[in-house]
């Protein structure tokens, strides 16, 4: 199971954690620091540091971004690693994309 989370401290997140735990589920988490609830549970905690954002959170654009930037680096890394056995995965879905784009030009949205 991953958990990506700035600071880990939302308690839902915790008690997901703990059961799945209990389950013996593996976690990960990609967090801004191994010091937190979510983390220290964790059987792997990735890390991006700690951003420059105030208490008040009213824009929590670094954080998003680092979060963003970690899962896209260990998804790149994984097809890097997997091409040729993750091939027909890749087609298959960028096949069922191209098919909902072109639903999507067929409804007449009104506004």
Known sequence: MIFVTNQGSHSELQSIAQVATHYSIPIITI???????VAQIADYALIYGRTDE?????AATTS???QLFTVDILYYRFVALNYHAILD???QSKMALDNYRKHL???DFKH
């Open 64 to 66: 998003l971004f680092a």
């Open 54 to 58: 105030n208490e008040m959170r009213m």
């Open 31 to 37: 967090s801004s620091t191994a010091n937190n609830p």
């Open 89 to 91: 995965c890749i087609t």
């Open 105 to 107: 030009a067929t409804i």
